[in-house]
């Protein structure tokens, strides 16, 4: 069986980033975008990193510039964005693709494992959410328009597993 503890990835420094440095918490990963209607949900995005890392939640940001080229910046250019204009101190990691060929492994794992309507495993826009237990297996699949706040009752009976 597959887990999350299973990738890697790499953060915005470039630095390798072993996923499994997060075994035993719950995870919430999300494909961002710096100039999206969605962007604003950084903000809701930190306050539940600000409110449950402390009970082993961990919120990580992947930059995607697939729908409407909305994070064409470098790397730097996104970390620097979402530090100065909301505060993220959670970990961002480099710009991925999420569909297509060129996909991240983790992004087609996590949508084969929590398909979204009518079963589509592709994801539909920037800001799709998905939630972590803390055995490495996805427990479900948000759309973009799901505001991060709502998500709080799952993340909590997540944290309490």
Same mark, same amino acid.
């Given at each position: 069986?597959?887990? /999350? =503890? ?11 980033? %072993? ?12 494909? $961002? +975008?710096?100039?999206?209607? @969605?962007? #604003?949900?950084?903000?809701? *995005?930190?306050? *539940?990193?600000?409110?449950?890392? #402390? ?6 940001? !992947? #930059?995607?510039?697939? !729908? ?5 910046? =470098?790397?730097?250019?996104? +970390?620097? !964005? ?7 101190? !959670? #970990? ?10 060129? +996909?991240?492994?983790? @992004?087609?794992? *996590? $949508? ?5 309507? *009518?079963? $589509? ?9 998905? /939630? ?11 759309? %973009?328009?799901?505001? %991060? ?13």
């Amino acid at each position: 069986m597959t887990t /999350l =503890s299973d990738f890697d990835a790499v953060g915005i420094d470039g630095r390798p980033v %072993p996923l499994k440095q997060y075994q035993g918490q719950v995870v919430l990963v999300v494909n $961002t +975008a710096s100039a999206c209607g @969605f962007t #604003p949900q950084f903000a809701g *995005l930190q306050a *539940l990193h600000e409110r449950y890392a #402390p009970q082993g939640l961990v919120v990580l940001g !992947f #930059p995607c510039n697939q !729908f409407g080229r909305q994070d064409p910046g =470098s790397n730097d250019e996104i +970390a620097q !964005f979402c530090e100065r204009n909301y505060g993220v101190g !959670f #970990p961002m990691m480099s710009k991925v693709d999420v569909n297509g060929a060129a +996909a991240d492994p983790i @992004f087609k794992w *996590l $949508t084969r494992a929590a398909p979204g309507l *009518l079963g $589509t495993t592709a994801v539909k826009w920037n800001f799709t959410k998905f /939630l972590v237990g803390k055995d490495g297996r996805v427990l479900r699949r948000y759309a %973009p328009q799901e505001a %991060p706040a709502a998500l709080s009752k799952d993340i909590e009976a997540a944290l309490a597993a």
